[in-house]
T-cell receptor
Framework: DAGVTQSPTHLIKTRGQHVTLRCSPI?????VSWYQQVLGQGPQFIFQ???????GRGNFPDRFSARQFPNYSSELNVNALLLGDSALYLC?????????????FGEGSRLTVL | GQQLNQSPQSMFIQEGEDVSMNCTSS?????WLWYKQDPGEGPVLLIA?????ELTSNGRLTAQFGTTRKDSFLNISASIPSDVGIYFC????????????FGTGTRLKVLA
C-alpha cells in the first residue's frame, strides 16, 4: 500500500519566489496536515485540512496557504520566499474524524531558499 | 515555535543496553505519539498513546502516557545499531485543537 507521497523531494528557490508543494495522503485518509521542520528542531504545525475544510492553522504568516482537493490530496503554497523558509516541509495524513488521531508522515520536501 | 521538552538531548549507548527518554509539557495532552526520524527522511510513527497511565509496546519499544497527562516516556530495550536516529514525542491537547506539538528530539547513537 502506498504511504504518504510528497513532491518534489528537493527544490531550490531564490528569495521572493513562490513555491508549491504537493501531497497525496494514504488511501482512505481524509485529513492532511502540513508541518515545517527546520534543521535541528522538531516539526512545527502549519495547517490541517479535513474534507477540504481548514481545521487549524499554526503561527505562520499569510504568505503560507494551503488547500485540499476532492481526492484529499493537498498543496502548500508559500509566497515571497525568505531565507528563513528553508526547511523540510512534511505532509502527514490521518483518518481525522473526531480528532487528528495518528499522523503518518511522508518523506518531506526539502526547500532551500538562496 | 512551541516545542515540548525532551531529555536527554542526546545519548551514546552501547549495543545491548536499555534506553530511556522522556517528554514533558506544561499543558495537559489527550494523545501522545512517538516517532523516529532518520537523516533526510520523514518521521516514522512508533507508538500512539490515548489514555493517562496507558503502557503500550511495539517490539523492543515501550511507551507510557504519564498519569499527570503532562508527560510521556519511551524505553528501548536491548538496543541495536539500527536504533540510531532522532526520537520525537508529539502531544495533542484538548478536543477542538488539531495540531500536534513536537518535542525537541532525543538523538540516539549506539556504539557497536
Amino acid at each position: 500500500d502506498a504511504g504518504v507521497t510528497q513532491s518534489p523531494t528537493h527544490l531550490i528557490k531564490t528569495r521572493g519566489q513562490h513555491v508549491t508543494l504537493r501531497c497525496s495522503p494514504i488511501s482512505g485518509h481524509k485529513s492532511v496536515s502540513w508541518y515545517q521542520q527546520v534543521l535541528g528542531q522538531g516539526p512545527q504545525f502549519i495547517f490541517q485540512y479535513y474534507e477540504k475544510e481548514e481545521r487549524g492553522r499554526g503561527n505562520f504568516p499569510d504568505r503560507f496557504s494551503a488547500r485540499q482537493f476532492p481526492n484529499y490530496s493537498s498543496e502548500l503554497n508559500v509566497n515571497a520566499l525568505l531565507l528563513g523558509d528553508s526547511a523540510l516541509y512534511l505532509c502527514a495524513s490521518s483518518l481525522g474524524r473526531l480528532n487528528t488521531g495518528e499522523l503518518f508522515f511522508g518523506e518531506g520536501s526539502r526547500l532551500t531558499v538562496l | 515555535g512551541q516545542q515540548l521538552n525532551q531529555s536527554p538531548q542526546s545519548m551514546f549507548i552501547q549495543e545491548g543496553e536499555d534506553v530511556s527518554m522522556n517528554c514533558t509539557s506544561s499543558s495537559i495532552f489527550n494523545t501522545w505519539l512517538w516517532y523516529k526520524q532518520d537523516p533526510g527522511e520523514g518521521p516514522v510513527l512508533l507508538i500512539a498513546l490515548y489514555k493517562a497511565g496507558e503502557l503500550t509496546s511495539n517490539g523492543r519499544l515501550t511507551a507510557q502516557f504519564g498519569t499527570t497527562r503532562k508527560d510521556s516516556f519511551l524505553n528501548i530495550s536491548a538496543s541495536i545499531p539500527s536504533d540510531v536516529g532522532i526520537y520525537f514525542c508529539a502531544g495533542q491537547g484538548a478536543s477542538g485543537t488539531y495540531k500536534y506539538i513536537f518535542g525537541t528530539g532525543t538523538r540516539l547513537k549506539v556504539l557497536a
